[in-house]
């Protein structure tokens, strides 16, 4: 590996901690992230010349603190903040391995703060945390860079002009403000694993970031059972990548996925970090729940063997604690598989009743899936052609319309196929 990429490899597993032990200092994440770059920008001016240090994130920090203190040593005549953010500089170093964990952790809080918008906060988390650039953040959420960039300066500047605390909320607000962290981090795997735009249905990449940061959360609050629920939800969703997409790149529903290829290690990991959300005490939280859902599916060899039975008292729980449309129609799709389509028709006009559904394509899918079992092929055809016209990618509109055209060509014979997470098959 050229002294570049590793200089690269470096910035990717060292820059949140190094990020969150300047901005305990500095107070101002911005400033912390510009000292970070200035340390990274002198690696790739020395590291080619003169080799990577044993310990690459030890050199950083010590860089990055000189060149803080330098900053400081300059702005303090001006300002009494900065002489006293200098004195704390100036006090023994910090480990080598840079942020103490809850120096990382009040990072985490910071960037995922409810003052920003569910999407800045997910874009600075993959910037500050994820340790992704603006132009990798940029390709996430398929926008332009600089439009990226602007979002993430703005973001930044809206914390500082806050004066959010860089710090852990304390017992009171850590509920609340988990959440809003949690939330965060399932945004940034849902749109890898069921993406909301653009040609690709399944974006890996995205979604291993999102464990990835799960992954640091669990391990800086270990105690806290969500957080591992979450963990458990993304790591079993993601076991299947492999098997849902076919050979084109085209959706493959959970009832035709060859489960051979579904990912045992991942499977493993993720009904063992199911095992310690629920064993970590209190009731369970929507994202276990979820995720004992996903385990049901992963221990069942076969489509056939699905527990529905225990799918839908589990969807029954979710929608007591979490109530939405989306519980609902999941619910709806369960009900199919374990009571019959007449059940499920009945739950999902329920559902249709909610005005947030109106342009929900997935509603569509299922209820078209439904229609076909009944042999209403006409009408299944017409919620399939609408439901396709609501798709956000155009892998799931062509396979709607797909799916459509043999409705009305072959009527009932075909069956009905669905989208994995995304029609009859809920997962």
């Not at 039975?309 to 199919?336: C, G, T």
Request: hydrophobic share 45%; with cysteine.
């Amino acid at each position: 590996m050229d002294a570049r990429r590793t200089v690269e490899a470096v910035w990717r597993m060292e820059s949140a901690r190094l990020v969150a032990y300047l901005a305990r200092v500095v107070q101002d994440i911005g400033l912390a992230e510009d000292i970070a770059q200035e340390a990274f920008a002198c690696a790739l001016e020395q590291w080619p010349r003169l080799g990577v240090p044993d310990n690459p994130g030890a050199w950083l920090t010590t860089t990055a603190r000189r060149r803080a203190i330098d900053l400081i040593r300059r702005e303090r005549v001006r300002d009494q903040k900065y002489a006293q953010v200098a004195a704390d500089l100036l006090a023994p170093a910090p480990p080598p391995g840079g942020a103490t964990d809850a120096e990382l952790l009040s990072l985490v809080f910071v960037a995922c703060h409810p003052v920003l918008s569910r999407e800045s906060r997910a874009a600075l988390a993959l910037r500050l945390v994820g340790g992704l650039s603006t132009e990798e953040v940029a390709r996430a959420f398929l926008a332009p860079a600089a439009t990226m960039g602007q979002r993430i300066t703005r973001a930044k500047r809206t914390l500082t002009e806050a004066r959010v605390p860089f710090e852990v909320p304390g017992d009171d607000e850590l509920p609340a403000r988990l959440s809003a962290v949690l939330e965060v981090v399932y945004l940034i795997f849902n749109e890898g694993y069921s993406g909301t735009s653009g040609e690709e249905w399944v974006r890996r990449d995205l979604a291993e970031e999102a464990m990835r940061l799960g992954r640091i959360l669990a391990g800086l609050l270990p105690r806290e059972p969500e957080v591992h629920g979450l963990v458990a939800l993304m790591e079993v969703q993601a076991s299947r990548f492999r098997a849902r997409t076919g050979p084109h790149g085209e959706p493959v529903p959970l009832q035709h996925q060859d489960r051979s290829r579904w990912d045992r290690t991942l499977v493993a990991h993720g009904l063992a970090s199911l095992a310690r959300a629920k064993t970590a005490g209190g009731p369970l939280g929507p994202y276990t729940l979820q995720a004992a859902i996903a385990a049901c599916h992963a221990r069942a060899r076969r489509f056939e063997e699905t527990d529905w039975e225990a799918v839908v008292a589990l969807y029954d729980a979710l929608a007591q604690l979490a109530p939405s449309p989306v519980v609902e129609l999941n619910r709806a799709v369960a009900l199919l598989h374990a009571d019959g389509p007449e059940v499920a028709l009945k739950a999902l006009d329920a559902v249709r009743q909610d005005a947030r559904m109106a342009r929900y394509h997935l509603l569509g899918a299922v209820r078209g899936d439904v229609l076909l079992r009944l042999g209403r092929s006409a009408e299944a055809a017409e919620e399939l052609e609408r439901a396709a016209g609501l798709a956000p990618t155009t892998r799931e509109r062509t396979l709607l319309m797909e799916r459509a055209a043999a409705a009305t060509e072959h009527g009932s014979s075909h069956g009905a196929r669905g989208i994995d997470g995304s029609s009859a098959d809920p997962e």
